[in-house]
């Protein structure tokens, strides 16, 4: 795959979660069922195509220590997320109704640490590598000074109001369809 597909790709999917997510809300109850299933297996595709994002910006930052490091802080904050959806996906097949879904979250997330790393603390490293190289790409004027904006505004707006996540994709995707047109590495410097 074109990992420049993977700039414009990752925030669809992220739109798709989340309108299907407030589409399965009508109802007055978030799963289990097809939407549910559908909306997180979409946003699980997200997060895949999002490592191939921050490998790219990593590489667009010239593959220095700190770049490395917000990738790799980001891919952790990935893998959590993968995690968390994983185990949404798993209980959504396990419950016959939404009452037994939150039964079983109750189970889960009663497991010592794993509250903390799979939905707490660990996902958020996503949304701090991320920011922080697109951040570290616009002190290297590679991306426009707005670009970190956009990503932030995206990051910060499931915090605030989750049906708000088709807003910050379309966010995510005017921030990230420039970077779709510039995989190449940063030039390296000369060495006297």
């Known amino acids: 795959m074109n990992p420049r597909i993977a700039f414009i790709a990752a925030p669809l999917?992220?739109?798709?979660?989340?309108?299907?997510?407030?589409?399965?809300?009508?109802?007055?109850?978030?799963?289990?069922?097809?939407?549910?299933?559908?909306?997180h297996l979409a946003f699980m595709a997200?997060?895949?195509?999002?490592?191939?994002?921050f490998v790219q910006m990593r590489r667009m930052a010239g593959r220095n220590t700190l770049s490395t490091v917000w990738t790799g802080l980001g891919i952790a904050g990935i893998l959590t997320l993968l995690a968390q959806f994983g185990i949404d996906v798993v209980l959504g097949f396990m419950a016959a109704d939404h009452a037994a879904l939150g039964a079983l979250f109750d189970q889960v997330q009663a497991v010592p640490g794993l509250s903390l790393v799979v939905y707490e603390g660990?996902?958020?490293?996503?949304?701090?590598?991320?920011?922080?190289?697109?951040t570290q790409l616009a002190a290297q004027r590679l991306v426009r000074?707005?670009?970190?904006?956009?990503?932030?505004?995206?990051?910060?707006?499931?915090?605030?109001?989750?049906?708000?996540?088709?807003?910050?994709?379309i966010l995510l995707l005017i921030s990230f369809a420039p970077l779709a047109g510039r995989t190449s590495p940063a030039p390296v410097p000369a060495h006297a």
């Open 122 to 134: 660990g996902p958020l490293l996503f949304f701090v590598g991320q920011i922080a190289l697109v």
């Open 46 to 53: 997200a997060l895949v195509l999002f490592a191939s994002t």
């Open 145 to 169: 000074v707005w670009t970190p904006i956009l990503v932030l505004l995206d990051c910060v707006v499931p915090f605030v109001e989750k049906d708000l996540m088709p807003l910050g994709a």
């Open 13 to 39: 999917l992220v739109l798709a979660y989340g309108v299907i997510r407030i589409l399965d809300g009508l109802d007055g109850a978030r799963g289990p069922g097809l939407a549910w299933t559908t909306g």
